[in-house]
């Protein structure tokens, strides 16, 4: 482990709890959590990062209810917004690297193809303007910075699509699943691990910083489906895996399943930059499927044998 301070933000998130463990081999590793830091009041966020003074400040902490944002947009705007600007400001005061998550859905989805980090941007929803806020202002203070974007964020623990829809699988004879909104679900361990490769090679001692690759990165599994060919996949694995029935799975529209807030029907990134600079691969969103799967499966064994 080297010397070097990490600051996280959002480390009981899921990929803040995946990056907690991931990025422990890099240096020191210093987690704050709400509420100490809260990050609708931005004094709270300065003291943070000042308290600690870190070499590297990983931001994944986020409003991330989109539909409930709908109704909140202020507090939304507050903490994805406003927040990682004031985060870029202590970043560039004390010369550190900010790293920084943002999302598809700062794009309409009316691109044929998948998104380029040159792509304008043009939310849909409440969420979307609030993560496009924020990666504006962190680009505004001009500090060394990585703003990831991702998608379809899933892992074995916190709040994701996938762990509701194998509760309500447990629940009901008959699921109906979006089949029209297109993108790549993304592991959080598969983006922590990505992170840790990408600060490996830019930290000390042998490394020299960004060097001119501070910038907007699109980051996410390979491959794509959509929500209803992932909740297919996800079910078969669990029914070979332990003979559980799936429930029958309908295919249906975004316009037959009403939310509050309206996402893209195209939220394929292209990961070329990341791979072209970093030398990042991340793997088919199948295959780090089944790596989530194994780990909920070695965490249910662990806990069947302590119990
Ligand atoms: N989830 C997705 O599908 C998705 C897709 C694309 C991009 N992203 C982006 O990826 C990043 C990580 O997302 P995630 O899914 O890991 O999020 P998450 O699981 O919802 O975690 C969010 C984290 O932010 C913290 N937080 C919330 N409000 C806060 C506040 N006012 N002050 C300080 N901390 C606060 C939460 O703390 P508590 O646990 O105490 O609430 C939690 O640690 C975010 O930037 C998100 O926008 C997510």
Partial sequence: MGNTKIL??????QVGSELRHKLACLGQI???????VDFSQPDSIRESVRVSEPAVIVNAAAYTAVDKAESEPELAMAVNGIAPGVI????KRLGSIMVHFSTDYVFDGTKPGPYLETDSPNPLSVYGKTKLAGDQAIAAVGCESLILRTSWVYGARGNNCMLTMLRLAEER???????????APTSS?????ATADILA???????????????IYHLTNAGETTWFGFAKAFLARRTEADGTAAPNLVAIKASQYPRPAKRPANSRLS???????FGVRMPHWEDALSLVLETMRRGTRQNSVKG
Avoid: M, N, W
Wanted: with cysteine; proline share 5%; hydrophobic share 30%.
């Fill in 8 to 13: 996280i933000f959002g480390s009981s998130g």
């Fill in 30 to 36: 210093a987690a704050v959590e709400y509420p100490r």
């Fill in 88 to 91: 870029a400001e202590e970043a």
């Fill in 173 to 183: 004879d008959e699921l109906r699943i979006v089949d029209d909104q297109h993108g």
């Fill in 189 to 193: 361990e598969c983006i922590a691990q």
């Fill in 201 to 215: 090679q830019i930290l000390p001692p042998a490394k020299g910083g960004l060097e001119g690759r501070s910038g």
């Fill in 271 to 277: 990961c070329q930059r990341v791979q072209e600079t």
